[in-house]
């Protein structure tokens, strides 16, 4: 590899001068070899230092703090012998951009399958995660605590305050297709059979005095057939992005979550809301490296799940897994952690179908193969029904 002196040493030529920096005063070493390098929604570098350590550096966009909360979840979890790479350091802002370092952990396998038995697999994982994490004291002024991971990902941004269905109007400029890291490369009683498909559900109440014109600025008028417009075509599949058109059915759906978000008042914890193949590793079927840290969010315990039961098998252009599988991972992971309420459940399952709205969304307006978008097709009415929306 091409090399240049710096302060002495030698560091790669391609290697940019933020890194070399950060190394030196928050590591105390410098690169000597450039290991790997990748850029999307974060910089990331694999780096092996002169006094022999092997780390990864990232880099990315300061999104009002809430890189240092996820830092800091990643270190507690990993003293605690969770499978995920320990950091080095805390995050150092500059010029609006955060930084840190962890350990370099490569190795593992993406462990494919939408199967139930595969669900089985991720979701005693999370439900680990999620127990671990329950011990750090979030908001409070005890030694430890830490200020809650917010803003939430925009991919679970169903909360937010604007009177359209998705949170901002460039959502779809991070779509998650493209967040496969290299396989050598790490980056940041009651159960789910109680609301199975074959199952007739209640229909949801709002919360005592919220009376329905409350609630009315998150729902359209609906359609006679909410979900016509998912149904997949020429037109659908090759959309032009340039336009801002939707189908009709896929907004329709996304409001009616929103409301049924709206109507709980569930409290929050801390967990992880990209819950992909491609960013978990495998030795077999034991768990080796977590990575995408920055994808923690303070959610509902119901919402980590559910967001996690419908996403689990993406290996790449993110999909939706079939139901039953999602509700084999809901089963496993109530049985790792407790058993959900009633409306846990319905939460849970609107909360699978929310983020495969949001990557059928950004389907149609990149003009991508309609992978989301025709699952959606197939499983949007079964998942509202299941959701009680």
């Given at each position: 590899m091409c090399a240049s002196a710096a302060h002495g040493k030698v560091v790669p030529v391609d290697l940019p001068e933020w890194a070399v920096l950060f190394c030196r005063e928050h590591l105390g070493a410098l690169p000597v070899e450039l290991l790997h390098s990748s850029e999307h929604m974060s910089e990331v570098l694999g780096l092996r230092l002169d006094d022999g350590r092997e780390v990864a550096v990232k880099a990315r966009p300061d999104q009002e703090g809430r890189e240092g909360t996820c830092v800091e979840v990643q270190r507690s979890l990993a003293q605690q012998g969770f499978p995920c790479a320990a950091p080095l350091t805390g995050v150092t802002v500059r010029k609006g951009t955060a930084i840190h370092a962890e350990v370099w952990r490569p190795g593992g396998e993406m462990l494919l399958g939408d199967d139930p038995a595969t669900a089985v697999l991720f979701a005693r994982l999370l439900a680990r995660l999620v127990d671990l994490a329950a011990e750090i004291e979030i908001g409070g002024t005890e030694p430890g605590a830490v200020p809650p991971p917010l803003p939430n990902p925009e991919w679970v941004r169903w909360d937010h305050p604007g009177p359209g269905a998705w949170p901002s109007p460039h959502s779809s400029s991070r779509h998650r297709s493209s967040r496969q890291p290299p396989?050598?490369?790490?980056?940041?009683g009651q159960s789910a059979s109680l609301r199975s498909p074959s199952g007739q559900q209640p229909p949801s109440q709002p919360l005592s005095g919220q009376s329905a014109s409350l609630r009315s600025p998150f729902r359209q008028p609906p359609a006679r057939d909410p979900l016509s417009g998912l149904a997949p075509s020429p037109h659908t599949a090759h959309h032009d992005p340039g336009d801002g058109s939707l189908p009709s059915g896929l907004e329709e759906a996304a409001f009616r979550l929103r409301e049924r978000f709206a109507e709980s008042r569930l409290p929050r914890v801390l967990g992880h809301v990209d819950w992909e193949s491609q960013n978990l590793r495998w030795k077999g079927d034991q768990p080796w490296a977590v990575h995408d840290w920055d994808s923690l969010a303070w959610l509902p315990e119901a919402a980590i799940a559910g967001s996690a039961c419908g996403a689990f098998a993406s290996s790449g252009q993110p999909t939706l897994a079939p139901i039953a599988s999602s509700a084999a991972f809901l089963d496993a992971y109530q049985a790792g952690r407790r058993p959900f309420s009633e409306e846990e459940i319905?939460?849970?399952?609107?909360?699978?179908?929310?983020?495969?709205?949001?990557?059928?969304?950004?389907?149609?307006?990149?003009?991508?193969?309609?992978?989301?978008?025709?699952?959606?097709?197939?499983?949007?009415?079964?998942?509202?029904?299941?959701?009680g929306a």
């Open positions: 396989p050598s490369q790490p980056l940041s319905e939460i849970a399952w609107a909360a699978s179908l929310w983020l495969a709205l949001h990557n059928a969304r950004a389907e149609v307006l990149r003009d991508l193969p309609p992978v989301a978008l025709v699952a959606v097709a197939e499983q949007a009415e079964e998942r509202l029904r299941l959701a």
